[in-house]
């Protein structure tokens, strides 16, 4: 029976050596919280493109947003020099480039290309994750309102433009004056 003790005595040690890396509830609200918001705006421009019919939605968004936190997160833990922090940027927006290259397709006519505004979703949506953390939540939620701004409203601007164009009068030449 001794034995049995010893081993779960061991087993617990283990486990709490292994989460040793949330080491207090400070720390423990802290990842909460960077990685739930990252999570949480990114699933809100997922949830934009979904409502549009695109193909990345609120799961792809979310992950990719909770991923680039996490990537920058883990790296703040490990005590990761300030300024070697960008080599961590720059993994993670080679990597989400090649995810956001991948939605984008192209027909065959010249103008027929269509993903690139998600692609584009998918690249914020990294940044938006990175700054979130980073500890940055209020340039996270500003630059998700922005992004929500310019997928809700373009399209309109886009469509009144677009209507003007069609109603101008065609431009007269004056007469030809010898």
């Known amino acids: 029976m001794a034995e049995l003790a010893d081993t779960w005595s061991q087993v617990a040690s283990t486990l709490a050596a292994e989460f040793s890396d949330v080491p207090d509830a400070t720390q423990l609200t802290r990842i909460v919280v960077r990685l739930g918001m990252a999570g949480l705006l990114g699933g809100l421009l997922g949830w934009e493109r979904e409502h549009a019919g695109k193909a990345a939605g609120v799961r792809t968004h979310m992950l990719v947003a909770m ?6 997160l883990v790296a703040q833990q490990v005590g990761i020099a300030p300024a ?9 927006i080679a990597g989400v480039g090649f995810l956001g290259a991948g939605t984008i397709l192209k027909g065959d006519a ?3 290309v269509k993903g690139l505004t ?8 990294a940044a938006i994750g990175v700054a979130a953390g980073l500890g940055r939540e209020a340039t996270a939620l500003l630059s998700t309102l922005l992004a929500l701004l310019v997928l809700w409203a373009m399209p309109a601007v ?6 003007q164009r069609k ?9 030809h004056r010898p």
């Open 110 to 112: 010249e103008s027929q």
């Open 84 to 92: 070697d922090n960008s080599r961590v940027l720059q993994g993670v």
């Open 118 to 125: 998600t692609a584009a979703g998918i690249w914020l949506t």
């Open 167 to 175: 109603h101008r009068p065609a431009a007269t030449t004056p007469p």
């Open 158 to 163: 886009h469509a009144a433009l677009a209507g």
């Open 67 to 72: 991923g680039a936190a996490l990537f920058v």
